[in-house]
């Protein structure tokens, strides 16, 4: 057996999808010596930005019409998704000084899908007063709940106001401001991002410290709580990527894992590549590099990538938004997220929209799942769907050292997948990331 690179290593990565390449700038900026490999010639994995040629061809779609532009123009994402101004993502980009790699220009409006409109998400309490989504008293109490909200501090049990969140459901708490079930709906899925109805019957705490998360990013830009990178999210992996490189790191592309090497006690100690091997303390990658023992499936998401010759209609002829379906109000448990952005965010030519939908797949007929999500944007001028299976990891990896990521989920935001980066995170090394830091300027001078 040859050695790999330099055969010796403190881990190896494998994939460099954006949860990878986070791990491996961390782990490299703490002296780890780090190898990591991709069997793609390209960074970002499954979250990868591509071009016109290579999506046509990733499709399967012969070559692309020279109607929609220059090939170079565009940064097409695989798997769509907004940053929450003031949440996790930004203060690990701004926790790496990653920040300095990348610009970030803010999505411009944030809706919501109710009783067959597309409505804003109010953007002040002011706002709130003046939306059709609620009737004139229902806008007074929601108006008091986010006041509760704003000021509700988990150090501080003079601003309970009486309320035990640990203990109260959230259902219980919107009950308490005489809140409909409308507005919880509302509420729940466009502004603290749940998924599903799960919450409702929880502790009320963790999901008012998303809408809190949500309202502080909101007053940040004041037109919605999201901000994109210019030139797509590609550019996320690679900032990391830099960083590990920086440091020290070994990166090969277009290199695949033929074998994961394990020692008599079935622990994770090194991978072979051809005749070619590394050694390494653990192994760290996305489910597609591990054994079929190792991952098990969570579901199916479906995700739509469309191009467009105009805005999304109903949405104020705006460059870039992000539209929520609550599951709900379209018969269905799982949220359908619609999301578009354009040639002000430099992922395509001046003209041409994308359009992305995507929702966690509730049957067997991908374009019935997102039909809700597509009728909602007009003419279409061409459509790629993909359907991809979800997995996570069976174990920790404590005992076998290899530690494995979770696949994406299915919303146009990031707030669940940096849990799991995390979660992840802590596995690896046995401590916590320290995200004290605030988050409330991307263009921090350092």
Known sequence: MEPLADGEYDAIIMGT?????????????????????????????????????????????????????????????????????????????????????????????????????????????????????????????????????????????????????TSMTMKQLYESFGLVPDTHQFISHAMCLELDEAHMDQPALATVKELQTYCYSLARYGTSPYIYPVYGLGGLPEGFSRLCAIHGGTFMLNRDVDEIIYDAKGEAIGVKSGNEMARAKFVVGDPSYFPKEKVKATGQVVRCICFLNHPIPNCGELESVQIIIPGPQVGRTNDIFVCSISSSHQVSAKGVYIAIVSTKMEGDDADKEVMPGLALLGHIMQRFTMVATTYEPVSDGSIDKCFISSSFDASSHFEGDVDDLLSLYKRVTGKDLDMTINADSVEADY
Do not use: W
């Open 17 to 165: 999808g954006l949860k990878e390449c986070v791990i491996s700038g961390l782990l490299s900026v703490q002296g780890m010596r780090v190898l990591q490999m991709d069997r793609n010639n390209y960074y970002g994995a499954d979250c990868a930005s591509l071009n016109l040629t290579n999506l046509y061809a990733k499709f399967n779609a012969g070559q692309p019409p020279e109607s929609l532009g220059a090939n170079r123009d565009f940064n097409v994402d695989l798997i769509p998704k907004f940053i929450m101004a003031c949440g996790n993502l930004t203060k690990m980009l701004l926790h790496t000084k990653v920040t300095r790699y990348l610009e970030f220009k803010s999505i411009e409006g944030s809706y919501v899908y109710k009783s067959g409109k597309i409505l804003k998400v109010p953007a002040t309490p002011e706002e709130a007063l003046k939306s059709p989504l609620m009737g004139l008293f229902e806008k007074r109490r929601f108006r008091t709940f986010l006041l509760y909200v704003d000021q509700y501090d988990e150090t501080k049990p003079e601003t309970y106001q009486g309320k035990d969140l």
